[in-house]
Structure formats: C-alpha cells, structure tokens
C-alpha cells in the first residue's frame, strides 16, 4: 500500500511553535491533509514523552486512526540539525543515557543541543538502532551544508537518509555525487497542526503494513516512491537575500558587500547559491530515487484564487468545505480535475488546474521570506 508520511514537526516545547499541539490536534489536521503517519517530534521532552505515553500501547502509536514515528531534532555543537527516528521508547530511553552528560538543556528544550559532533550522534543513533540523517540539509541556518562541504566527510559515514529542506528538491540535492546513494526525506518540520505548515512536505512511501519495520524498510531500500514538496523558490531562504528587508543580491555583489546590505542587515547565502558552489555534477537521479513532485499547501492557492489573506475566515472555510470528503492531498494529487470542478468555486478549481499543470508562477523566498505565488 501507499502511505504519506510526514516524519519530521515539533511540539510545544521547541522555540516558536504553538501551545495548541497535542498528538489529538496533530492527527486531527493529518487526517485533513492525507496523511497516514506523523512524527511526534521531541520525543526527548519529558513532559512531551509523558503526553506520548498516553497512546502509546504495545509498541505503537495510534490516535484516531493516525500512526507515530518517535521522533526528535537534535544540534550539535557545530549548531548542525539531525533528525532521528526511534522504533520504540526502549531505543530512545537508551539514546537519553548516552547523552545525558553532554547536553545541558533536554529537560526544558524540545530541540537540545548537544556537546558533540556530527560523528559522535550518528555513531549513538546506530547503536540505539535510530535512523538518523541531517535535518534541512541546505537551509543557511543550523544544517550540516551551510557549515560543511560533505555529508560523508562530516559524519564519516553514510546515514541513513538526508532530509532536503523547503528551499531545495532532489533536482538541487542530486548535483552532488555523494548524496546519490543516500535516500531523500521531504518533511514539513511544522510548528503547528494548521492546514498550511502540516504535511507541507511529505513522503510516500510503499509499505505491506504501516509499522515501524515497514517505514524503516520503506526509508533505506528505495521504498520512497515520491518526495512531495514545495518547489525550490517556494522555500525562504532559496535565493541570496537580506535577513532584515529581504533585498536579493547576486551572490558575487553580496561578497564584495561583506555580505552587509545597504540597509545595514545581514546577507544569508541562498540554497541555490550553496548547491551552485558544492555540486559536482549536473543533475542526475540514481534509478532506484522516487520522483519529486512538487505541491504547495491548498489553504494558499484558494487564498490568491480569490484575492485573501492565507489566514482569513473566507480561506479556512472554503479549505473546510474542500476537504470534508476528500483529503487536501488527494485534491492536489490524486483526485480527478472534472470531480474538483464540480465540487469547488471555479475560481478555485482553475487555479488547482494550473497548479497541477504547472502554470504557477513563483516569485522566489530568500533571507527569510517565502516565495509568492502568482496564477497566470
């Protein structure tokens, strides 16, 4: 069977989320998007693992039909992010012993930061028998690529998989030779369970039953049949840009600034600039990788459709109205064009059309800003 899978959000307990996560609001908003599987993120809290705990029954975690990966980000002392996944509380009860003497805040932090690097977490994670990859590989903050030039270097061995990032696809991460025998993981990294941030980016995966061994299985043996994600310029911080009024510069012009703009903010390196410098080839997919197939959240294309703000009262009840008999990703994907177009405002229904066509266009992110959608 083909399940979506988004295996990497956060809870309460982690900087800037919402105080409305609980795994209840979070399976809630999954069944909406179309998801079959979430992470729990933070498992490493304990009160986030006490609230865990209360579904959790014989080695799984169900809540209204919605199944849970344990899951946590870490960073390192190199302020690089892993993702890891765990198979159940005794893999992560035996991570916790191993790390306790080297972080100072996993008591009150859903994201800890740990006095070790990159090798050292990838070496635990194994033993503990966790899955462990570099969390938003690209991103110019707190990833492994904005710091380092080789995963493998970096780690000194493979991981097992590197999660891309909302501001690169496989077309970007695929110009570097040694990520070809790495799987790819497309995930939300939500803060909240809301409708845009949930299942923004998501896997799916061909699995015989939705467990642990399955995922896992699904995950390092070429399971994942499609990474699903924004494009590239949706991410923001895909291209050079400002942090502070988000001017865009070439990355040359930035360089010769001292990476200070004109209005005296801070210039990041923009993914496509970074892969620019690493990759060392031109794109090409190993034949085993899933396709990435490129979304954006529904919430945001009925919100330019009929000229509202994301987060108006008129979007989230036309969002409700779509997806009362239909997952959001099954209106994005999988559902018929003529069965949408006669259940949606034809406003809306035309701009899914040109989404799935593709006559979308998109004014790239950068320094902080997403990019914005414009319909042709």
């Known amino acids: 069977m083909l399940i979506n899978a988004d295996l990497h959000i956060h809870s309460p307990f982690s900087g800037g989320t919402s105080d409305k996560i609980n795994l209840e609001s979070i399976a809630e908003g999954a069944r909406r998007k179309g998801?079959?599987?979430?992470?729990?993120?933070?498992?490493?809290?304990?009160?986030?693992?006490?609230?865990?705990?209360?579904?959790?029954?014989d080695g799984t975690i169900e809540v209204n039909g919605i199944h849970f990966i344990l899951s946590v980000?870490?960073?390192?002392?190199?302020?690089?992010?892993?993702?890891?996944?765990?198979?159940?509380?005794?893999?992560?009860n035996q991570f916790k012993e191993?790390?306790?003497?080297?972080?100072?805040?996993?008591?009150?932090?859903?994201?800890p930061s740990?006095?070790?690097?990159?090798?050292?977490?990838?070496?635990?994670?194994?033993?503990?028998?966790?899955?462990?990859?570099?969390?938003?590989?690209?991103?110019?903050?707190?990833?492994?690529?904005?710091?380092?030039?080789?995963?493998?270097?970096?780690?000194?061995?493979k991981p097992h998989f590197l999660e891309l990032g909302l501001s690169a696809d496989s077309n970007y991460a695929d110009r570097?030779?040694?990520?070809?025998?790495?799987?790819?993981?497309?995930?939300?990294?939500?803060?909240?369970?809301?409708?845009?941030?949930?299942?923004?980016?998501?896997?799916r995966?061909?699995?015989?039953?939705?467990?642990?061994?399955?995922?896992?299985?699904?995950?390092?043996?070429?399971?994942?049949k499609y990474n699903v994600g924004f494009p590239p310029e949706k991410g923001k911080y895909n291209r050079t840009a400002c942090t502070s009024c988000y001017r865009q510069y070439d990355v040359k012009k930035a360089m010769k600034m001292g990476w200070r703009c004109?209005?005296?903010?801070?210039?990041?390196?923009?993914?496509?600039?970074?892969?620019?410098?690493?990759?060392?080839?031109?794109?090409?997919?190993?034949?085993?990788?899933?396709?990435?197939?490129?979304?954006?959240p529904l919430a945001e294309i009925i919100a330019v459709a009929i000229n509202e703000e994301e987060?108006?009262?008129?979007?989230?009840?036309?969002?409700?109205?779509?997806?009362?008999?239909?997952?959001?990703?099954?209106?994005?994907?999988?559902?018929?064009m003529d069965e949408i177009k006669r259940a949606s405002p034809p406003v809306v229904a035309d701009a899914i059309e040109k989404f799935r066509e593709g006559s979308i266009k998109i004014i790239p992110g950068g320094g902080g800003k997403y990019g914005e959608i414009v319909i042709k």
């Open 35 to 57: 998801l079959q599987v979430v992470a729990t993120g933070d498992c490493l809290h304990p009160l986030w693992e006490r609230h865990i705990k209360e579904y959790y029954h």
């Open 73 to 92: 980000e870490v960073e390192d002392m190199h302020r690089v992010h892993h993702l890891l996944l765990f198979p159940d509380f005794d893999s992560v």
């Open 98 to 111: 191993m790390i306790e003497k080297r972080t100072d805040n996993m008591e009150h932090e859903g994201r």
């Open 114 to 157: 740990l006095h070790m690097n990159g090798m050292e977490i990838l070496d635990i994670a194994m033993e503990c028998d966790a899955l462990i990859g570099p969390a938003h590989a690209f991103t110019p903050w707190t990833s492994l690529y904005a710091y380092f030039d080789s995963v493998m270097d970096y780690y000194g061995k």
């Open 176 to 203: 570097i030779r040694e990520l070809h025998s790495i799987p790819f993981l497309s995930n939300s990294d939500a803060h909240s369970p809301s409708p845009h941030r949930l299942g923004r980016e998501f896997n």
């Open 205 to 224: 995966m061909e699995v015989e039953e939705v467990t642990w061994d399955a995922i896992k299985k699904a995950i390092l043996n070429g399971g994942i």
């Open 262 to 296: 004109r209005c005296g903010g801070v210039i990041k390196k923009g993914v496509r600039d970074r892969v620019e410098e690493i990759a060392d080839q031109e794109v090409m997919h190993p034949s085993w990788r899933g396709k990435y197939i490129h979304i954006l």
């Open 311 to 336: 987060h108006s009262s008129i979007v989230r009840k036309r969002w409700e109205e779509m997806t009362k008999e239909s997952s959001e990703i099954e209106i994005l994907l999988d559902i018929d």
